[in-house]
C-alpha cells in the first residue's frame, strides 16, 4: 500500500539551532501537508504543500513531488518548537484521503 | 470563529458501552474527517465524508459508525465500546477534499475503554 515516512524519528536540539525533516512518500500526491502537534496535543496545520517553497516565518517547506519527497525546514528554533511534526500525503484517486507518517518527536533545549 | 469544535473532550466508558463523538465546524467546508491517534503512532483515517449526504470508509472503519448530520456535523458512534479503541480521536475538516485542500482539526477526544 501506499506508505508515508519520516526522518529522524527524533531529534534534540539548542534553542537558536535549525534543522530540517524530511517525508518520503511511495506514490504521486496530488495533497501534502504539515502539521505540528504541540505538547498539549493539539494539531496544527504548517503547510500545504502538494509542489514547490513555502515559508512562514522560520519555517519552510519544500515538496519535489516528482522525487516523492518534502522537506520542513526550522530555523533559529524555539523551546515553543517542540512537539511532534507530522507530513501526510493525499494521493490521486485516493478521495481526498490523507495518510501520515510516524512523526518526527523534536525536543528544543533552552 | 471556533474552527472545528468536538464534544466531549473526556470519556471514560466501561467495556460494551455505546457513545457518539460530536463534531462541528463552522468554516463552510465540505469535506470532513474522523482519526483516531494511538500512543507513538501518526494519525489513522476511520471513516471521512466528502460532501453532506456521502460518508466511506478510511483505512480503520471496524467497530465505528459515522452520520454526516448535515453540512456542519459529523458524528462517530462506537456501538459497543472495546479497550482496542481506547485512544485520542480527531475531526478534521477541509473546503474540498477531492482537490487537496488543507485539512483544520479540532483538539481532540480522549477516550479510555475499561
Known amino acids: 500500500g501506499i506508505q508515508v515516512e519520516q526522518s529522524p524519528p527524533d531529534l534534540i536540539l539548542q534553542e537558536g539551532a535549525n534543522s530540517t525533516l524530511r517525508c518520503n512518500f511511495s506514490?504521486?500526491?496530488?495533497?501534502l501537508q504539515w502539521f505540528h502537534q504541540n505538547p498539549w496535543g493539539q494539531l496544527i496545520n504548517l503547510f500545504y504543500i502538494p509542489s514547490g517553497t513555502k515559508q512562514n516565518g522560520r519555517l519552510s517547506a519544500t515538496t519535489v513531488a516528482t522525487e516523492r519527497y518534502s522537506l520542513l525546514y526550522i530555523s533559529s528554533s524555539q523551546t515553543t518548537d517542540s512537539g511532534v511534526y507530522f507530513c501526510?500525503?493525499?494521493?490521486?484517486?485516493?478521495?481526498?484521503?490523507?495518510?501520515f507518517g510516524q512523526g518526527t518527536e523534536l525536543s528544543v533545549k533552552p | 470563529n471556533a474552527g472545528v469544535t468536538q464534544t466531549p473532550k473526556f470519556q471514560v466508558l466501561k467495556t460494551g458501552q455505546s457513545m457518539t463523538l460530536q463534531c462541528a465546524q463552522d468554516m463552510n467546508h465540505n469535506s470532513m474527517y474522523w482519526y483516531r491517534q494511538d500512543p507513538g503512532m501518526g494519525l489513522r483515517l476511520i471513516y471521512y465524508?466528502?460532501?453532506?449526504?456521502?460518508?466511506d470508509k478510511g483505512e480503520v472503519p471496524n467497530g465505528y459508525n459515522v452520520s454526516r448530520l448535515n453540512k456542519r456535523e459529523f458524528s462517530l458512534r462506537l456501538e459497543s465500546a472495546a479497550p482496542s479503541q481506547t485512544s485520542v480521536y480527531f475531526c478534521?475538516?477541509?473546503?474540498?477534499?477531492?482537490?487537496?485542500?488543507?485539512?483544520?482539526f479540532g483538539d481532540g477526544t480522549r477516550l479510555s475503554i475499561l
Open positions: 506514490d504521486s500526491v496530488n495533497n
Open positions: 478534521a475538516s477541509s473546503f474540498n477534499g477531492g482537490t487537496g485542500q488543507p485539512q483544520h
Open positions: 465524508s466528502a460532501s453532506e449526504g456521502t460518508t
Open positions: 501526510a500525503g493525499g494521493f490521486y484517486n485516493q478521495g481526498g484521503k490523507l495518510i
